[in-house]
């Protein structure tokens, strides 16, 4: 069996006296899509970042690629660029244009060619839908337009997994369906995904496994289908009722 692409290994993260993450551990296999659900305050975008050190931990270990992960080591730069992050709110620059946007960090940080750059961006334009927009303003681009142009941002340094942080909760209803197809494309090209959502019909229809969290601990994990139609525990059960408005 191959060595896991990330792998949490009783992960504890506390802020102050409250603990967050109590005693986390599962490993994600190359090109699985792990969708995160949960009640809110119990960890689950907590554990996104902390996979590529915007939070450290205080116990417990996180490996990417078989190298472990400390938030505040020179190394986490190199991690960083293998990792692409995709947040509830989209953090565009509102003096560039949505082509600026996703170049600047090759360019800026990598050192990368604005030639070899620029190529890059308009093929992931076309990627995200959004060709016809790549001179827009983040002021001039709806909110799904917003986080498709985040997307193609992650996306512009080759990353080797994708976290997505709740991608569709700032968004208007009308708009969490365009994010929505693009996420699907991508999982289509067997990419490996960590995405926290409360969106249930994608996690079923996309997702490889799905993991209910709760108190800061993984409290089930399974099939998402499987965990939908029957979850196991009585704390799953609740929280999907609420979710779905039926009873499970």
Do not use: W
Not at 34 to 42: K, Q
Not at 61 to 83: L, T
Not at 202 to 207: L, N, S
């Amino acid at each position: 069996m191959s060595a896991p692409v990330l792998q949490f290994d009783n992960v504890i993260k506390r802020f102050g006296d409250r603990t967050i993450l109590d005693g986390i551990s599962t490993r994600v296999a190359t090109g699985e899509i792990v969708c995160f659900i949960g009640p809110s305050g119990t960890g689950k975008s907590t554990l996104l970042r902390c996979v590529n050190g915007l939070e450290d931990i205080q116990g417990g270990e996180i490996r990417f690629e078989d190298k472990v992960v400390r938030a505040r080591h020179r190394d986490i730069i190199d991690v960083r660029r293998r990792i692409g992050m995709i947040f509830q709110h989209f953090n565009l620059y509102p003096h560039l244009t949505a082509l600026e946007n996703v170049m600047l960090a090759p360019v800026v940080v990598h050192r990368e060619t604005r030639k070899t750059v620029e190529e890059r961006a308009r093929a992931l334009f076309e990627k995200v839908r959004l060709s016809h927009r790549i001179n827009a303003y983040p002021s001039q681009l709806s909110g799904g337009e917003q986080q498709r142009v985040a997307i193609a941002r992650a996306l512009a340094a080759n990353p080797h997994i994708l976290l997505f942080d709740e991608p569709t909760s700032a968004l208007d209803p009308e708009t969490v369906g365009e994010v929505l197809a693009v996420m699907r494309n991508l999982a289509e090209e067997g990419r490996t995904m960590l995405v926290v959502t409360h969106e249930m019909r994608f996690a079923a229809d996309v997702g490889t496994r799905m993991i209910f969290m709760d108190g800061g601990k993984i409290v089930e994990e399974g099939d998402p289908r499987e965990m939908l139609a029957a979850p196991k525990s009585d704390r799953a059960r609740r929280f999907l009722s609420t979710i779905t408005g039926r009873p499970v």
